[in-house]
């Protein structure tokens, strides 16, 4: 996942980070006193309705736009603040890579309650209206513009939909529930709710990482609404390993405690206007993946505007999970709760760091119900990016049966 990139590859950047923090805290103390805005201020829900392009009750066209942005990260809305991030910097940085796809697409906010709202983009060829619709839940850190390698090919006989969960993306970032349990209900209820207002009754539904484990735990509580289930390197299915057999190095060890103890991406925003560079530093090989597009650091743009807001999901997340890596509540103990109707298949990345264990363990106590494992070669965690043909082609093939 993205986080554990973060953390082993920028040991350097964070005392890097420490030094200019301790030598401009009061240059940023004068900022944060001067301006309407605070590092950990959340953006205000007026300022996400500035940005939205369409009604509550239709879409409208914003795709392929491409004319290249001419805000900076110090553009005049953003010189005020300790990070140099709006959400319409993050729109920004999302139309940029979706400038790049060929299928055209409607976006909207997609109201859930009356105060919070999931950003959804739709892609739907009139000639694809009767067939079951694919739906795309994104992984932690990330949101709907990650998925650009995958949207032309499984949009082309089907509608498509993706949305950046709550609290995440340009979706609305409500405070969460510090308790695992509630906090994954709210990730659960939220998706029920878009899927209800945006009228689906059966899907394709497909998620990523921490996507993988939400639904899964959606399609526990909803099985009718889900024609087959794709778990993309899913995180948080197994069990954490005794502390005896995690022998990481001490550096690991050390970095892993702070870590812990803050928001899993708090250094990007302590970077403040920093922030960028260490990120980019830090997982540039992420643009790397999506070089069939685009050949320069836009992804990276997106992740960091993604990231340097209000941590609502993060937060969720953190209290969610076990030294990051693994669940508080691993998926493995209610793989039997799923219905034997609902078939499930997972696709693994051979060089990923998620412990495919999980897989064989969901295939083993399924083995009276459809579950399929594919494990791709040359693929890492972002198995989706890494090889996009393979992957996009097993989806395919699913919808094809499904219909």
Same mark, same amino acid.
């Given at each position: 996942?993205?986080?554990?990139?973060?953390?082993?590859?920028?040991?350097?950047?964070?005392?890097?980070?420490?030094?200019?923090?301790?030598?401009?805290?009061?240059?940023?103390?004068?900022?944060?006193?001067?301006?309407?805005?605070?590092?950990?201020?959340?953006?205000?829900?007026?300022?996400?309705?500035?940005?939205?392009?369409?009604?509550?009750?239709?879409?409208?066209?914003?795709?392929?736009?491409?004319?290249?942005?001419?805000?900076?990260?110090?553009?005049?809305?953003?010189?005020?603040?300790?990070?140099?991030?709006?959400?319409?910097?993050?729109?920004?940085?999302?139309?940029?890579?979706?400038?790049?796809?060929?299928?055209?697409?409607?976006?909207?906010?997609?109201?859930?309650?009356?105060?919070?709202?999931?950003?959804?983009?739709?892609? &739907?060829?009139? =000639?694809?209206?009767? @067939?079951?619709? !694919?739906?795309?839940?994104?992984?932690?850190? #990330?949101? +709907? *513009?990650?998925?650009?390698?995958?949207?032309?090919?499984?949009?082309?006989?089907?509608?498509?939909?993706?949305?950046?969960?709550?609290?995440?993306?340009?979706?609305?970032?409500?405070?969460?529930? &510090?308790?695992? =349990?509630?906090?994954? @209900?709210?990730? !659960?209820?939220?998706?029920?709710?878009?899927? #209800?207002? +945006? *009228?689906?009754?059966?899907?394709?539904?497909?998620?990523?990482?921490?996507?993988?484990?939400?639904?899964?735990?959606?399609?526990?509580?909803?099985?009718?609404?889900?024609?087959?289930?794709?778990?993309?390197?899913?995180?948080?299915?197994?069990?954490?390993?005794?502390?005896?057999?995690?022998?990481?190095?001490?550096?690991?060890?050390?970095?892993?405690?702070?870590?812990?103890?803050?928001?899993?991406?708090?250094?990007?925003?302590?970077?403040?206007?920093?922030?960028?560079?260490?990120?980019?530093?830090?997982?540039?090989?992420?643009?790397?993946?999506?070089?069939?597009?685009?050949?320069?650091?836009?992804?990276?743009?997106?992740?960091?505007?993604?990231?340097?807001?209000?941590?609502?999901?993060?937060?969720?997340?953190?209290?969610?999970?076990?030294?990051?890596?693994?669940?508080?509540?691993?998926?493995?103990?209610?793989?039997?709760?799923?219905?034997?109707?609902?078939?499930?298949?997972?696709?693994?990345?051979?060089?990923?760091?998620?412990?495919?264990?999980?897989?064989?363990?969901?295939?083993?106590?399924?083995?009276?119900?459809?579950?399929?494992?594919?494990?791709?070669?040359?693929?890492?965690?972002?198995?989706?990016?890494?090889?996009?043909?393979?992957?996009?082609?097993?989806?395919?093939?699913?919808?094809?049966?499904?219909?």
């Amino acid at each position: 996942m993205f986080y554990r990139g973060l953390i082993k590859r920028t040991f350097c950047e964070l005392r890097r980070c420490i030094f200019i923090n301790n030598n401009l805290k009061n240059f940023g103390c004068r900022l944060r006193s001067t301006t309407m805005t605070t590092m950990s201020a959340p953006i205000a829900e007026g300022e996400v309705d500035s940005q939205q392009m369409v009604s509550s009750e239709s879409y409208q066209d914003i795709s392929n736009n491409n004319e290249e942005s001419s805000a900076g990260w110090f553009s005049n809305r953003t010189w005020g603040r300790w990070s140099p991030t709006s959400a319409k910097l993050l729109q920004q940085a999302e139309e940029s890579i979706l400038s790049c796809i060929k299928t055209k697409y409607e976006g909207k906010f997609v109201p859930i309650t009356s105060e919070d709202k999931l950003w959804t983009i739709k892609l &739907n060829p009139s =000639e694809a209206s009767d @067939k079951t619709p !694919v739906v795309l839940v994104h992984g932690f850190a #990330s949101g +709907v *513009g990650l998925w650009s390698l995958n949207l032309d090919a499984l949009s082309e006989k089907q509608p498509l939909y993706a949305f950046d969960m709550l609290g995440f993306g340009r979706s609305s970032r409500p405070k969460m529930p &510090n308790d695992p =349990e509630l906090a994954e @209900k709210e990730f !659960v209820d939220a998706m029920e709710k878009w899927r #209800s207002k +945006v *009228g689906i009754e059966k899907m394709v539904l497909v998620g990523h990482s921490l996507g993988g484990y939400l639904t899964y735990s959606y399609s526990i509580q909803h099985p009718e609404r889900v024609q087959h289930l794709v778990l993309a390197d899913p995180w948080g299915f197994s069990e954490k390993p005794p502390a005896e057999e995690l022998r990481f190095p001490l550096w690991i060890r050390a970095i892993g405690a702070v870590a812990t103890a803050f928001n899993p991406l708090s250094s990007i925003r302590a970077a403040g206007p920093w922030g960028p560079r260490l990120l980019k530093r830090a997982r540039g090989d992420l643009s790397k993946k999506f070089i069939k597009l685009f050949d320069d650091d836009r992804i990276c743009t997106y992740i960091y505007h993604c990231n340097a807001q209000q941590p609502s999901g993060e937060e969720a997340f953190k209290s969610m999970s076990q030294m990051l890596g693994w669940a508080v509540n691993p998926m493995v103990r209610r793989v039997e709760q799923l219905s034997k109707k609902v078939p499930v298949t997972a696709i693994y990345g051979e060089d990923s760091w998620m412990n495919r264990a999980g897989g064989e363990k969901l295939k083993d106590i399924r083995k009276d119900a459809y579950t399929k494992v594919h494990v791709l070669k040359e693929a890492g965690h972002h198995v989706y990016a890494d090889r996009t043909t393979a992957f996009n082609g097993i989806i395919r093939d699913i919808c094809d049966e499904v219909d």
